[in-house]
């Protein structure tokens, strides 16, 4: 009852005024949340101070603002398609979410109000460096960028490590460390015999019962996290529609270069044109965002920022 009644004296009242444009405490307390649980995004060290969060938090109120300005000076809208995918985001996250937010005091009608401005943040990213824009990037620039940083594969992994009894996962000693990629070598000679990555898998799965492989196409970009370091460059230096067996501290893997016919690597590109474009533009369109934003006069109410930071555990003494 004591946070309901909190709440109630702060809902909608003005928190940061952006050159005239008010924003409340919920939308606020949704930036500052955001800021502290993913500091390294917006600029910060893993463990910033109170202050830097804080400041921030107000930047990206300010970009949020400037956002929402830009768009109408450019006299641009959301398409109902874009609008219908905000909505379909916010409830999603509302689904899984809902508790935590309605617990921190915003309600699903500001959330709805942030999902349609990271739509306009789009929608003016698109506009200036998609098709047609202003600085509208080559699609042969966007190609490269994709050729250059995207790969499609087939894999068998092994992990090199057991578990003892206690459950602990365990290195393997020296010769069963060279059995296991000793296997895979064998494996990859079958397949560059002929042998199909599926015939592999089963192979393999019937010698080692309860172990789970696969001969799933797989697509990965350069600098994803899912596989050892390395395994991106590697994997890229193979010649496509060749094999090979690759070994890091903790796995080995009997990779295959995929080679996929024109038409599935068009769809692959379509699927993934949008992230290279980002990859190639973001930073430049954020320092854009952000040179636009610090035109805008901002006029804080300290009192209410404060009750903000202590709502999302942040100490203002």
Same mark, same amino acid.
């Given at each position: 009852?004591?946070?309901?009644?909190?709440?109630?004296?702060?809902?909608?009242?003005?928190?940061?005024?952006?050159?005239?444009?008010?924003? +409340? =405490?919920?939308?606020?307390?949704?930036?500052? +949340?955001?800021?502290?649980?993913?500091?390294?995004?917006?600029?910060?060290?893993?463990?910033?101070?109170?202050?830097?969060?804080?400041?921030? !938090?107000?930047? #990206?109120?300010? #970009? @949020?603002? $400037?956002?929402?300005?830009?768009?109408?000076?450019?006299?641009?809208?959301?398409?109902?398609?874009?609008?219908?995918?905000?909505?379909?985001?916010?409830?999603?996250?509302?689904?899984?979410?809902?508790?935590?937010?309605?617990?921190?005091?915003?309600?699903?009608?500001?959330?709805?109000?942030?999902?349609?401005?990271? $739509?306009?943040?789009?929608?003016?990213?698109?506009?200036?460096?998609?098709?047609?824009?202003? *600085?509208?990037?080559?699609?042969?620039?966007?190609? $490269?960028? =994709?050729?250059?940083? &995207?790969?499609?594969?087939? !894999?068998? *992994?092994?992990?090199?490590?057991?578990?003892?009894? %206690?459950?602990? $996962?365990?290195?393997?000693?020296?010769?069963?460390?060279?059995?296991?990629?000793?296997?895979?070598?064998?494996?990859?000679?079958?397949?560059?015999?002929?042998?199909?990555?599926?015939?592999?898998?089963?192979?393999? #799965?019937?010698?080692?019962?309860?172990?789970?492989?696969?001969?799933?196409?797989?697509?990965?970009?350069?600098?994803? %996290?899912?596989?050892?370091?390395?395994?991106?460059?590697?994997?890229?230096?193979?010649?496509?529609?060749?094999?090979?067996?690759?070994?890091? +501290?903790?796995?080995?893997?009997?990779?295959?270069?995929? +080679?996929?016919? !024109?038409?599935?690597?068009?769809?692959? &590109?379509?699927? @993934?044109?949008?992230?290279?474009?980002?990859?190639?533009?973001?930073?430049?369109?954020?320092?854009?965002?952000?040179? &636009?934003?610090?035109?805008?006069?901002?006029?804080?109410?300290?009192?209410?920022?404060?009750?903000?930071?202590?709502?999302?555990?942040? %100490?203002?003494?």
């Amino acid at each position: 009852m004591l946070f309901s009644f909190a709440s109630c004296s702060t809902k909608g009242k003005t928190v940061i005024n952006v050159s005239g444009a008010e924003i +409340d =405490y919920e939308t606020f307390l949704y930036f500052l +949340d955001t800021v502290k649980s993913s500091p390294v995004k917006y600029g910060l060290s893993e463990k910033p101070d109170a202050k830097q969060i804080k400041q921030a !938090a107000i930047e #990206q109120c300010k #970009q @949020y603002v $400037a956002v929402n300005t830009w768009l109408k000076e450019e006299k641009l809208s959301l398409s109902q398609n874009e609008k219908s995918a905000a909505a379909d985001k916010l409830n999603n996250t509302w689904r899984i979410f809902s508790h935590y937010y309605e617990e921190l005091g915003i309600s699903k009608q500001i959330l709805m109000k942030i999902m349609l401005g990271e $739509a306009n943040r789009n929608r003016l990213f698109y506009y200036i460096f998609d098709e047609g824009g202003e *600085n509208a990037v080559a699609e042969e620039d966007i190609k $490269a960028f =994709y050729e250059n940083n &995207y790969i499609t594969f087939r !894999a068998i *992994n092994v992990y090199l490590s057991k578990y003892d009894s %206690n459950g602990k $996962a365990v290195a393997l000693n020296d010769k069963e460390r060279k059995a296991a990629i000793a296997e895979l070598e064998d494996l990859n000679q079958k397949l560059i015999d002929g042998m199909s990555t599926k015939d592999i898998a089963e192979l393999y #799965q019937t010698k080692h019962p309860g172990t789970s492989v696969s001969d799933q196409l797989l697509f990965i970009k350069k600098d994803a %996290n899912s596989y050892p370091d390395g395994f991106f460059d590697k994997v890229k230096a193979l010649k496509t529609g060749t094999s090979d067996v690759l070994v890091s +501290d903790e796995y080995a893997f009997l990779v295959l270069h995929e +080679d996929i016919n !024109a038409e599935d690597a068009q769809q692959y &590109y379509s699927l @993934y044109r949008d992230d290279c474009l980002k990859s190639l533009k973001g930073e430049e369109f954020d320092a854009l965002v952000k040179e &636009y934003a610090d035109k805008f006069k901002v006029d804080v109410n300290d009192k209410l920022v404060n009750k903000a930071m202590e709502a999302v555990g942040i %100490n203002v003494k």
